[in-house]
Protein backbone atom coordinates (compact mmCIF):
# COMPACT_ATOMS: atom_id res chain seq x y z
CA UNK A 1 0.00 0.00 0.00
CA UNK A 2 2.87 2.27 1.00
CA UNK A 3 4.52 1.92 -2.35
CA UNK A 4 0.87 2.56 -4.29
CA UNK A 5 0.18 5.45 -2.43
CA UNK A 6 3.86 6.90 -3.27
CA UNK A 7 3.45 5.95 -6.62
CA UNK A 8 0.23 8.25 -6.85
CA UNK A 9 1.37 10.83 -4.82
CA UNK A 10 4.55 11.12 -7.28
CA UNK A 11 2.74 11.44 -9.98
CA UNK A 12 -0.40 14.03 -8.96
CA UNK A 13 2.63 15.90 -7.42
CA UNK A 14 4.44 16.11 -10.22
CA UNK A 15 1.49 17.35 -11.90
CA UNK A 16 0.52 20.10 -9.52
CA UNK A 17 4.46 21.36 -9.67
CA UNK A 18 4.58 21.26 -13.32
CA UNK A 19 1.18 23.31 -13.07
CA UNK A 20 2.04 25.86 -11.05
CA UNK A 21 5.32 26.88 -12.42
CA UNK A 22 4.10 27.60 -15.75
CA UNK A 23 1.04 29.24 -13.89
CA UNK A 24 2.64 31.33 -11.39
CA UNK A 25 2.34 34.67 -12.68
CA UNK A 26 -1.50 34.19 -12.38
CA UNK A 27 -1.54 32.51 -8.76
CA UNK A 28 0.41 35.52 -8.04
CA UNK A 29 -1.79 37.94 -9.53
CA UNK A 30 -4.69 36.65 -7.15
CA UNK A 31 -2.61 36.10 -4.29
CA UNK A 32 -0.53 39.59 -4.32
CA UNK A 33 -3.01 41.50 -6.55
CA UNK A 34 -1.38 44.59 -4.51
CA UNK A 35 1.76 44.01 -5.14
CA UNK A 36 3.72 46.84 -7.72
CA UNK A 37 5.25 45.15 -10.46
CA UNK A 38 8.97 44.91 -8.70
CA UNK A 39 7.47 43.10 -6.18
CA UNK A 40 5.39 41.04 -8.03
CA UNK A 41 8.20 39.81 -10.70
CA UNK A 42 10.71 38.71 -7.79
CA UNK A 43 7.83 36.85 -5.87
CA UNK A 44 7.46 35.23 -9.46
CA UNK A 45 10.54 34.07 -9.87
CA UNK A 46 10.73 33.29 -5.80
CA UNK A 47 7.19 31.35 -6.17
CA UNK A 48 8.67 29.64 -9.32
CA UNK A 49 11.50 28.21 -7.50
CA UNK A 50 9.79 26.96 -4.48
CA UNK A 51 6.96 24.79 -6.54
CA UNK A 52 9.60 21.99 -6.95
CA UNK A 53 10.20 22.21 -2.82
CA UNK A 54 6.81 21.90 -2.34
CA UNK A 55 6.67 18.64 -4.28
CA UNK A 56 9.35 17.32 -2.37
CA UNK A 57 7.98 17.95 1.24
CA UNK A 58 4.83 16.29 -0.12
CA UNK A 59 7.42 12.76 -0.53
CA UNK A 60 8.92 13.94 2.87
CA UNK A 61 4.98 13.65 3.91
CA UNK A 62 4.44 10.18 2.61
CA UNK A 63 7.45 9.37 5.12
CA UNK A 64 5.91 10.91 8.13
CA UNK A 65 2.96 8.65 7.31
CA UNK A 66 4.08 5.51 7.19
CA UNK A 67 6.55 6.61 10.41
CA UNK A 68 3.35 7.55 12.33
CA UNK A 69 1.96 4.74 11.64
CA UNK A 70 4.15 2.59 13.25
CA UNK A 71 4.59 4.89 15.99
CA UNK A 72 8.03 6.54 15.22
CA UNK A 73 7.24 10.32 15.57
CA UNK A 74 10.45 11.50 16.71
CA UNK A 75 12.71 10.96 13.00
CA UNK A 76 9.72 12.63 10.72
CA UNK A 77 9.33 16.21 13.44
CA UNK A 78 12.98 16.85 13.42
CA UNK A 79 13.55 16.06 10.31
CA UNK A 80 12.43 19.71 9.18
CA UNK A 81 15.96 20.58 10.91
CA UNK A 82 17.28 19.71 7.57
CA UNK A 83 15.53 22.20 5.72
CA UNK A 84 15.78 25.08 8.04
CA UNK A 85 19.41 24.18 8.07
CA UNK A 86 19.86 24.44 4.41
CA UNK A 87 17.80 27.90 4.13
CA UNK A 88 20.14 29.01 6.99
CA UNK A 89 22.67 27.91 5.09
CA UNK A 90 22.27 29.90 2.25
CA UNK A 91 21.29 33.05 4.28
CA UNK A 92 25.59 32.99 5.44
CA UNK A 93 26.96 31.64 2.52
CA UNK A 94 25.35 34.57 0.37
CA UNK A 95 24.51 37.36 2.50
CA UNK A 96 27.05 39.62 1.72
CA UNK A 97 27.69 38.27 -1.49
CA UNK A 98 24.74 39.15 -3.61
CA UNK A 99 21.79 42.18 -3.21
CA UNK A 100 18.26 41.82 -1.15
CA UNK A 101 16.78 39.73 -4.33
CA UNK A 102 19.46 37.98 -5.50
CA UNK A 103 19.42 36.85 -1.85
CA UNK A 104 16.50 35.74 -1.76
CA UNK A 105 16.28 33.92 -4.88
CA UNK A 106 19.13 31.93 -2.87
CA UNK A 107 17.53 31.08 -0.35
CA UNK A 108 14.47 29.81 -2.07
CA UNK A 109 17.46 27.51 -3.91
CA UNK A 110 18.47 26.44 -0.57
CA UNK A 111 14.55 25.74 0.66
CA UNK A 112 14.45 23.50 -2.44
CA UNK A 113 17.86 21.96 -1.16
CA UNK A 114 16.26 21.72 2.19
CA UNK A 115 13.26 20.01 1.50
CA UNK A 116 14.96 16.91 -0.78
CA UNK A 117 17.30 16.62 2.53
CA UNK A 118 14.23 16.84 4.50
CA UNK A 119 13.18 13.81 2.63
CA UNK A 120 15.96 11.82 2.41
CA UNK A 121 16.69 12.27 6.33
CA UNK A 122 13.50 10.15 6.57
CA UNK A 123 14.37 8.19 3.62
CA UNK A 124 16.25 4.98 5.71
CA UNK A 125 14.17 4.67 8.81
CA UNK A 126 11.20 4.10 6.38
CA UNK A 127 13.07 1.49 4.07
CA UNK A 128 13.58 -0.27 7.13
CA UNK A 129 9.71 -0.77 7.80
CA UNK A 130 8.63 -1.22 4.24
CA UNK A 131 11.57 -2.71 2.89
CA UNK A 132 12.12 -1.18 -0.04
CA UNK A 133 10.84 1.55 -2.72
CA UNK A 134 8.87 0.54 -5.68
CA UNK A 135 6.27 2.77 -6.87
CA UNK A 136 2.74 1.20 -7.93
CA UNK A 137 0.04 2.70 -9.66
CA UNK A 138 -2.88 0.54 -8.75
CA UNK A 139 -6.04 0.84 -7.04
CA UNK A 140 -6.83 -2.37 -6.51
CA UNK A 141 -6.46 -3.25 -2.85
CA UNK A 142 -9.27 -1.84 -1.09
CA UNK A 143 -6.68 -0.22 1.84
CA UNK A 144 -5.40 2.06 -1.20
CA UNK A 145 -9.19 2.66 -1.99
CA UNK A 146 -9.78 3.67 1.55
CA UNK A 147 -6.84 5.80 1.74
CA UNK A 148 -7.80 8.00 -1.27
CA UNK A 149 -11.74 8.07 -0.27
CA UNK A 150 -10.28 9.26 3.23
CA UNK A 151 -8.01 11.35 1.65
CA UNK A 152 -9.99 14.15 -0.79
CA UNK A 153 -12.24 15.49 2.33
CA UNK A 154 -8.91 15.68 4.31
CA UNK A 155 -7.13 17.30 1.25
CA UNK A 156 -10.17 19.90 1.23
CA UNK A 157 -10.22 20.79 4.86
CA UNK A 158 -6.47 21.36 4.91
CA UNK A 159 -6.55 22.92 1.47
CA UNK A 160 -8.66 25.53 2.70
CA UNK A 161 -7.06 26.70 5.84
CA UNK A 162 -3.96 27.44 3.28
CA UNK A 163 -6.34 29.25 1.68
CA UNK A 164 -7.00 31.33 4.02
CA UNK A 165 -3.80 32.09 4.40
CA UNK A 166 -3.37 33.38 1.09
CA UNK A 167 -6.56 35.32 1.72
CA UNK A 168 -4.67 36.73 4.60
CA UNK A 169 -1.86 37.73 2.43
CA UNK A 170 -3.68 38.71 -0.87
CA UNK A 171 -5.37 41.44 1.97
CA UNK A 172 -2.30 42.20 3.57
CA UNK A 173 -0.72 43.77 0.42
CA UNK A 174 -3.21 46.45 0.20
CA UNK A 175 -2.32 47.85 3.72
CA UNK A 176 1.30 49.44 2.46
CA UNK A 177 4.76 48.54 2.20
CA UNK A 178 5.74 45.89 4.81
CA UNK A 179 2.42 44.76 5.71
CA UNK A 180 2.89 41.47 4.15
CA UNK A 181 6.81 40.87 5.62
CA UNK A 182 5.32 41.89 9.16
CA UNK A 183 2.13 39.18 8.78
CA UNK A 184 4.58 36.82 7.72
CA UNK A 185 7.02 37.51 10.49
CA UNK A 186 4.06 37.23 12.96
CA UNK A 187 2.53 34.04 11.55
CA UNK A 188 5.60 32.11 11.54
CA UNK A 189 6.01 33.12 15.80
CA UNK A 190 2.61 31.93 16.00
CA UNK A 191 2.31 28.46 14.15
CA UNK A 192 5.41 27.78 16.40
CA UNK A 193 3.29 26.60 19.08
CA UNK A 194 0.70 25.26 17.38
CA UNK A 195 3.29 23.01 15.58
CA UNK A 196 4.94 22.24 18.72
CA UNK A 197 1.87 21.25 20.90
CA UNK A 198 -1.23 21.32 19.00
CA UNK A 199 0.04 19.23 15.76
CA UNK A 200 2.58 17.01 17.73
CA UNK A 201 -0.36 15.83 20.32
CA UNK A 202 -2.88 15.46 17.29
CA UNK A 203 -0.03 13.26 15.23
CA UNK A 204 0.66 11.64 18.36
CA UNK A 205 -2.98 10.09 19.53
CA UNK A 206 -4.56 9.83 15.85
CA UNK A 207 -2.84 6.26 15.72
CA UNK A 208 -3.86 5.10 18.69
CA UNK A 209 -7.52 6.68 18.84
CA UNK A 210 -7.89 4.64 15.38
CA UNK A 211 -7.11 1.68 16.71
CA UNK A 212 -10.09 2.01 19.45
CA UNK A 213 -11.92 -1.35 19.23
CA UNK A 214 -14.78 -2.57 21.13
CA UNK A 215 -18.75 -1.64 21.28
CA UNK A 216 -19.77 2.02 20.64
CA UNK A 217 -19.76 2.89 24.36
CA UNK A 218 -16.16 1.71 24.84
CA UNK A 219 -15.06 3.45 21.81
CA UNK A 220 -16.76 7.11 22.92
CA UNK A 221 -15.02 6.25 26.32
CA UNK A 222 -11.39 5.70 25.70
CA UNK A 223 -11.97 8.78 22.58
CA UNK A 224 -13.30 10.76 25.53
CA UNK A 225 -10.54 10.16 27.96
CA UNK A 226 -7.77 10.55 25.06
CA UNK A 227 -9.21 13.42 23.89
CA UNK A 228 -9.53 15.11 27.10
CA UNK A 229 -5.74 14.12 28.12
CA UNK A 230 -4.67 15.60 24.46
CA UNK A 231 -6.49 18.92 25.63
CA UNK A 232 -4.73 19.09 28.63
CA UNK A 233 -1.58 18.34 27.06
CA UNK A 234 -1.81 21.01 24.15
CA UNK A 235 -3.71 23.96 26.72
CA UNK A 236 -0.83 23.94 28.94
CA UNK A 237 1.53 25.13 26.53
CA UNK A 238 -0.38 27.08 24.66
CA UNK A 239 -2.25 29.15 27.05
CA UNK A 240 1.02 30.69 28.25
CA UNK A 241 1.99 30.81 24.68
CA UNK A 242 -1.65 32.90 24.21
CA UNK A 243 -0.86 35.06 26.77
CA UNK A 244 2.84 35.78 26.01
CA UNK A 245 1.81 37.08 22.53
CA UNK A 246 -1.11 39.00 23.49
CA UNK A 247 0.99 41.18 26.89
CA UNK A 248 4.59 40.76 26.16
CA UNK A 249 4.63 40.29 21.73
CA UNK A 250 7.32 43.14 21.22
CA UNK A 251 10.00 41.33 23.67
CA UNK A 252 9.35 38.15 21.46
CA UNK A 253 9.60 39.96 18.33
CA UNK A 254 12.64 41.98 19.25
CA UNK A 255 14.70 39.14 20.02
CA UNK A 256 14.22 36.88 17.61
CA UNK A 257 13.75 39.95 14.77
CA UNK A 258 14.95 43.16 15.88
CA UNK A 259 18.43 43.52 14.43
CA UNK A 260 19.89 45.29 11.03
CA UNK A 261 16.81 46.97 9.48
CA UNK A 262 14.51 45.57 11.90
CA UNK A 263 13.58 48.40 14.13
CA UNK A 264 12.44 48.52 17.30
CA UNK A 265 9.09 50.05 15.81
CA UNK A 266 8.92 46.81 13.58
CA UNK A 267 9.00 44.72 16.53
CA UNK A 268 6.26 46.73 18.18
CA UNK A 269 4.15 46.27 14.99
CA UNK A 270 4.74 42.69 14.22
CA UNK A 271 3.47 42.60 18.02
CA UNK A 272 -0.07 44.10 17.09
CA UNK A 273 -0.48 41.40 14.53
CA UNK A 274 0.71 38.77 16.71
CA UNK A 275 -1.70 39.94 20.01
CA UNK A 276 -4.66 39.55 17.58
CA UNK A 277 -3.12 36.29 16.08
CA UNK A 278 -3.37 35.56 20.54
CA UNK A 279 -7.17 35.22 20.13
CA UNK A 280 -7.18 32.24 18.43
CA UNK A 281 -4.37 30.18 19.05
CA UNK A 282 -6.19 27.95 22.02
CA UNK A 283 -8.92 27.29 19.25
CA UNK A 284 -6.67 26.66 16.55
CA UNK A 285 -4.36 24.14 18.22
CA UNK A 286 -7.61 22.44 20.21
CA UNK A 287 -9.42 22.04 16.88
CA UNK A 288 -6.82 20.04 15.13
CA UNK A 289 -7.64 17.13 18.29
CA UNK A 290 -10.97 17.41 17.71
CA UNK A 291 -10.26 16.81 14.05
CA UNK A 292 -8.41 13.92 14.41
CA UNK A 293 -11.06 12.23 16.89
CA UNK A 294 -13.09 12.57 14.00
CA UNK A 295 -10.59 10.77 11.88
CA UNK A 296 -10.52 8.39 14.27
CA UNK A 297 -13.75 7.76 13.54
CA UNK A 298 -13.77 7.44 9.90
CA UNK A 299 -15.41 11.06 9.32
CA UNK A 300 -13.45 13.10 7.60
CA UNK A 301 -16.31 15.01 5.62
CA UNK A 302 -17.40 17.48 9.23
CA UNK A 303 -14.29 18.66 9.57
CA UNK A 304 -14.53 19.67 6.44
CA UNK A 305 -17.87 21.23 6.69
CA UNK A 306 -16.86 23.47 9.26
CA UNK A 307 -13.23 24.24 8.06
CA UNK A 308 -14.94 25.52 4.75
CA UNK A 309 -17.53 27.93 7.23
CA UNK A 310 -14.05 28.86 8.89
CA UNK A 311 -12.53 30.34 5.66
CA UNK A 312 -15.44 31.86 4.32
CA UNK A 313 -16.48 33.86 7.67
CA UNK A 314 -12.85 34.78 8.65
CA UNK A 315 -12.14 36.16 4.63
CA UNK A 316 -15.24 37.95 5.13
CA UNK A 317 -14.69 38.99 8.67
CA UNK A 318 -10.78 39.89 7.34
CA UNK A 319 -11.98 42.03 4.57
CA UNK A 320 -13.94 44.32 6.95
CA UNK A 321 -11.55 44.85 9.92
CA UNK A 322 -8.37 45.21 7.59
CA UNK A 323 -9.47 47.14 5.11
CA UNK A 324 -12.39 48.87 6.44
CA UNK A 325 -11.99 49.10 10.43
CA UNK A 326 -9.22 50.97 11.09
CA UNK A 327 -10.16 53.64 8.47
CA UNK A 328 -13.72 54.17 10.45
CA UNK A 329 -11.86 53.81 13.84
CA UNK A 330 -8.88 56.45 12.41
CA UNK A 331 -6.66 54.43 12.62
CA UNK A 332 -3.57 53.77 10.50
CA UNK A 333 -4.25 51.59 7.74
CA UNK A 334 -0.98 49.26 8.45
CA UNK A 335 -2.82 48.36 11.72
CA UNK A 336 -5.25 46.40 9.73
CA UNK A 337 -3.37 43.44 9.64
CA UNK A 338 -3.61 43.15 13.21
CA UNK A 339 -7.45 43.04 11.92
CA UNK A 340 -6.46 40.02 9.95
CA UNK A 341 -5.44 38.08 12.16
CA UNK A 342 -8.32 38.88 15.00
CA UNK A 343 -11.18 38.12 12.06
CA UNK A 344 -9.32 34.54 12.01
CA UNK A 345 -9.34 34.11 15.60
CA UNK A 346 -12.92 34.65 15.84
CA UNK A 347 -13.61 32.24 12.84
CA UNK A 348 -11.42 29.95 14.76
CA UNK A 349 -13.36 29.57 17.57
CA UNK A 350 -16.75 29.50 15.83
CA UNK A 351 -15.18 26.04 13.56
CA UNK A 352 -13.61 24.77 17.33
CA UNK A 353 -16.96 25.19 19.33
CA UNK A 354 -18.91 23.67 15.94
CA UNK A 355 -16.52 20.83 15.84
CA UNK A 356 -16.67 20.00 19.67
CA UNK A 357 -20.50 20.48 19.80
CA UNK A 358 -21.33 17.92 16.74
CA UNK A 359 -18.70 15.64 18.79
CA UNK A 360 -20.36 15.48 22.07
CA UNK A 361 -23.53 14.52 20.38
CA UNK A 362 -21.96 11.36 19.09
CA UNK A 363 -19.55 10.41 21.82
CA UNK A 364 -20.98 12.43 25.44
CA UNK A 365 -19.61 15.54 26.54
CA UNK A 366 -15.93 16.77 25.87
CA UNK A 367 -13.84 19.89 26.46
CA UNK A 368 -11.00 20.56 28.88
CA UNK A 369 -12.27 21.02 32.44
CA UNK A 370 -12.87 24.78 33.50
CA UNK A 371 -11.10 24.21 37.34
CA UNK A 372 -8.36 23.14 34.70
CA UNK A 373 -8.61 25.95 32.49
CA UNK A 374 -8.64 28.38 35.14
CA UNK A 375 -5.67 27.42 36.80
CA UNK A 376 -3.91 27.56 33.55
CA UNK A 377 -5.12 31.06 33.05
CA UNK A 378 -4.77 32.14 36.52
CA UNK A 379 -0.37 31.03 35.92
CA UNK A 380 -0.36 33.11 33.03
CA UNK A 381 -1.68 36.19 33.55
CA UNK A 382 0.59 36.52 36.69
CA UNK A 383 3.34 35.65 35.00
CA UNK A 384 2.51 38.48 32.55
CA UNK A 385 2.05 41.11 35.08
CA UNK A 386 5.30 39.85 36.59
CA UNK A 387 6.82 40.12 33.21
CA UNK A 388 5.22 43.92 32.50
CA UNK A 389 6.81 45.02 35.92
CA UNK A 390 10.12 43.79 34.55
CA UNK A 391 9.77 44.89 31.26
CA UNK A 392 9.08 48.44 32.36
CA UNK A 393 12.08 48.05 35.14
CA UNK A 394 14.69 46.87 32.58
CA UNK A 395 13.12 48.20 29.06
CA UNK A 396 15.93 50.05 27.93
CA UNK A 397 18.53 47.05 27.83
CA UNK A 398 19.50 45.70 24.80
CA UNK A 399 16.30 42.68 22.79
CA UNK A 400 18.38 39.33 24.04
CA UNK A 401 19.34 40.27 28.13
CA UNK A 402 15.76 41.64 27.85
CA UNK A 403 14.09 38.52 27.08
CA UNK A 404 15.82 36.63 28.83
CA UNK A 405 15.05 38.39 32.19
CA UNK A 406 11.40 38.96 31.35
CA UNK A 407 10.56 35.90 28.85
CA UNK A 408 12.42 33.78 32.07
CA UNK A 409 10.42 35.35 34.65
CA UNK A 410 7.09 35.11 32.87
CA UNK A 411 8.03 31.28 32.60
CA UNK A 412 9.15 30.43 35.96
CA UNK A 413 6.01 32.12 37.53
CA UNK A 414 3.78 30.25 35.13
CA UNK A 415 5.67 26.78 35.97
CA UNK A 416 5.82 27.63 39.88
CA UNK A 417 1.82 28.48 40.03
CA UNK A 418 1.15 25.63 38.03
CA UNK A 419 3.21 23.13 40.42
CA UNK A 420 1.60 25.36 43.55
CA UNK A 421 -1.93 24.36 42.13
CA UNK A 422 -0.96 20.73 41.31
CA UNK A 423 -0.86 20.91 37.56
CA UNK A 424 0.51 16.98 36.69
CA UNK A 425 2.85 18.72 33.97
CA UNK A 426 4.20 21.76 36.18
CA UNK A 427 5.13 19.13 38.75
CA UNK A 428 6.22 16.39 36.31
CA UNK A 429 8.99 19.09 34.73
CA UNK A 430 9.96 20.62 37.69
CA UNK A 431 9.98 17.37 39.57
CA UNK A 432 12.64 16.31 36.20
CA UNK A 433 14.54 19.50 37.12
CA UNK A 434 15.12 19.13 40.70
CA UNK A 435 15.99 15.49 39.78
CA UNK A 436 18.36 16.54 37.14
CA UNK A 437 20.13 19.27 39.69
CA UNK A 438 20.20 17.00 42.66
CA UNK A 439 22.35 14.36 40.35
CA UNK A 440 24.45 16.92 39.39
CA UNK A 441 25.28 18.44 42.87
CA UNK A 442 26.18 14.95 43.90
CA UNK A 443 28.56 14.17 41.15
Known amino acids: MANA ?23 VTIIAAGFEEERRDLTITLVRILFPGAGMLVLSAWCLGILNSHHRFFISYTAPVAWNAAIIAALLYFGNRVDLPGLAEMTAWGSVVGSVLQFGVQLPTVLGLIHRIRPQLTLASAHIRQVIHSFFPVFMSRGVVQISAFVDAGLASFLGQGAVVALNYAQSLYTLPVSLFGMSVSAAELPAMSKTLGTASVVAETLRHRLEEGLKRISFFIVPSAVAFLALGDVIAAVLYQTGKFTRNDSIYVWTILAGAAVGLLASTMGRLYSSTYYALRDTRTPLRYAVLRVALGGALGYFCSLHLPRLLGLDAKLGAAGITVASGIAGWIEFVLLRRSLNKRIGRTGLPMSYAAKLWAGALLGAALGWGLKFLVGGWHPIPLAIVVLGAYGTCYFAVGYVFGLPAARAIIGRILRMAGLRSRS
Open 5 to 27: IFGILALVTAVVVLIGVLTTPYI
